[in-house]
């Protein structure tokens, strides 16, 4: 029975809120108090009614808003964030946006602005974390397939979510002689609110579930069922990973390849 104390960004989000809720499950099924930090852009009612929900379902929790494109904001939060826990154990970076557009139209901004919220936060996240998460505490980010995968249209988000795989790792080769451990999650397609308009049209879901080995479209508790473990005294042996949680999407392409054999009958 270990104390949990937790700051998650992005907090307000579809897979921020799952993280929330399945970190406050893990600690009750664990017999584990905790007190979570729940981080968002901005104060609102979305924030608020994600702290009762914590609270009612058993944890402290509080909320904490900065941008996270801001350097002075990371730091602060981490600050609220160690105030109201009492230290922090655990730092889930999952706040993030993909701002579509190609590379030969990109601006400048577009490129920096991306990159400062999909990888920079994380970066300056952590590093004020570490004092507090030295001797056992842990990092999980959020990062995606793109990331894995060259994504037309993505011409900043797949670089900076493949940058931040590598920040992971990196910080996670740097930090192990303190006791943190830091491993990042690599979402599939997800129903969020993020992705919801592309759900809405039945079709378009159709033709996206066909490609999807594990047949449908992943949920946000899908994404924070890997969070919770990588979190847990489980993972205690795991640094450095990128665990994909796609139903296979990724790995897909070769099976589409036409005139090849295609799965063995059933028997
Ligand atoms: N959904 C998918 O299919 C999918 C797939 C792969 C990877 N991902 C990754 O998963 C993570 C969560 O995505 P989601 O689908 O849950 O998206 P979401 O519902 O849009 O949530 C994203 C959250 O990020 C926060 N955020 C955005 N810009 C911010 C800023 N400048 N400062 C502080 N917070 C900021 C937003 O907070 P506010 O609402 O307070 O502004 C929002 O709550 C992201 O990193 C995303 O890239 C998602």
Redesign the pocket.
Known sequence: MTAVRALV??A?????RAICLALVEQARRDGADIRIAAA???PGPALDALVAELTAAGAAATGVCG???DPDSCAALVAQAGEFCGGLTLLVS?????GPGRLADLSVEQWDATFA?NVRATWLLARAARPLLAGGGSVVA?A??SGLHPHPGYGAYSPAKAALTMLCRQLAQEWADMGIRVNTVC?G??R????EAVYRDESVKAQREVLVPLARIGR?EDVAAAVAYLASAGASYVTGQNLVVDGGVADHMLALIPGRPQKAAAT
């Open positions: 960004t992005g307000t989000g579809g897979i921020g968002a852009s901005r941008d996270l494109t999952n706040a993030g946006a993909s919220l959020i995606s397939m979402p397609m997800i969020t609110p993020l992705t946000a």
